[in-house]
C-alpha cells in the first residue's frame, strides 16, 4: 500500500514564525500535492510538483510556499504565519500520466493552529 | 468558478436506510470521477470511483451512477450504517498538462447515519 506520512499531526505555532510541514511518500509517485481543508470550503489547493524541484500554483497559493529537493517529500513552508492560516493540511501523491482508481493517496493530516 | 459542486453541506439519514449524496460538474473535459470518504482529523481515503464511459459503478454497499447528459454524479448507501458518518467529497478527473491528471473536489457532505 502507498503510504504518505504527514510528520506532525498536531501543531500550534505563534503569528511570523515560519512553519515546515513536512510530506513523504514511499511509492516513487511523481506527483505530490497540498491542500488545505476549512469548514464549508472543502479541499482548496495550495501548491503542487509533477517532478522534483517542479511546482505549480494552486488555487491558494497566497501566504506558502513549497520545496521538492528529492522524489519522496514535499513541503509546504509557511513563510510567515497568520491566524487566518490556521487550518488542517492535508498531503497528497498520485501516479505520473496515469488516471488511476483511486486517483490520489493522502496523509492523515496536520492541524495548524497559529496563535 | 466550482467545477464540482456538492449543493448539500449536510445529510441526515437513518440507519438502515438509504443515503444518497450528490454531486454536479461543469467541465465536460472530466472523465474520471472518484468519491472519498473523510472521518475528523484523518486525510480522506477513496471509497469508489467510475469512468465517464460507465453510467454505473457497484461495490459493496456503495454504487455510484453517473448521468453524463446531466452532468451529475450520485453516491447510493445501502443500508447505511453508523461507521458511514463522515465527510464524503466527490472529484472530478481531467488531464491538467504536462503530461498530468488533476483532481477537482467539491466541497464536501457530511453524512450523519443516526442508529
Known amino acids: 500500500d502507498v503510504k504518505v506520512t504527514q510528520s506532525s499531526r498536531y501543531l500550534v505555532k505563534r503569528t511570523g514564525e515560519k512553519v515546515f510541514l513536512e510530506c513523504v511518500q514511499d511509492?516513487?509517485?511523481?506527483?505530490m500535492f497540498w491542500y488545505r481543508q476549512d469548514p464549508g470550503l472543502g479541499l482548496r489547493l495550495i501548491y503542487f510538483?509533477?517532478?522534483?524541484?517542479?511546482?505549480e500554483k494552486g488555487d491558494i497559493p497566497e501566504g506558502y510556499s513549497v520545496s521538492r529537493e528529492k522524489k519522496e517529500r514535499f513541503s509546504l513552508i509557511l513563510e510567515s504565519a497568520s491566524t487566518n492560516q490556521t487550518s488542517m493540511y492535508l498531503c497528497?501523491?498520485?501516479?505520473f500520466g496515469v488516471g488511476q482508481g483511486y486517483g490520489y493517496t493522502f496523509g492523515s493530516g496536520t492541524r495548524l493552529t497559529v496563535v | 468558478d466550482q467545477q464540482v459542486k456538492q449543493n448539500s453541506p449536510s445529510l441526515s439519514v437513518q440507519e438502515g436506510r438509504i443515503s444518497i449524496l450528490n454531486c454536479d460538474y461543469t467541465n465536460s473535459m472530466f472523465d474520471y470521477f472518484l468519491w472519498y470518504k473523510k472521518y475528523p482529523a484523518e486525510g480522506p481515503t477513496f471509497l469508489i470511483s467510475?469512468?465517464?464511459?460507465?453510467d454505473k459503478n457497484e461495490d459493496g454497499r456503495f454504487t455510484v451512477f453517473l448521468n453524463k447528459s446531466a452532468k451529475h454524479l450520485s453516491l447510493h448507501i445501502v443500508p447505511s450504517q453508523p461507521g458511514d458518518s463522515a465527510v464524503y467529497f466527490c472529484?472530478?478527473?481531467?488531464?491538467?498538462?504536462?503530461?498530468?491528471?488533476?483532481?477537482?473536489f467539491g466541497k464536501g457532505t457530511k453524512l450523519s447515519v443516526i442508529p
Open positions: 497528497a501523491s498520485s501516479l
Open positions: 511509492m516513487d509517485h511523481e506527483n
Open positions: 472529484a472530478a478527473l481531467a488531464y491538467s498538462g504536462a503530461g498530468s491528471y488533476q483532481l477537482t
Open positions: 467510475i469512468s465517464s464511459i460507465k
Open positions: 510538483s509533477y517532478d522534483v524541484k517542479m511546482k
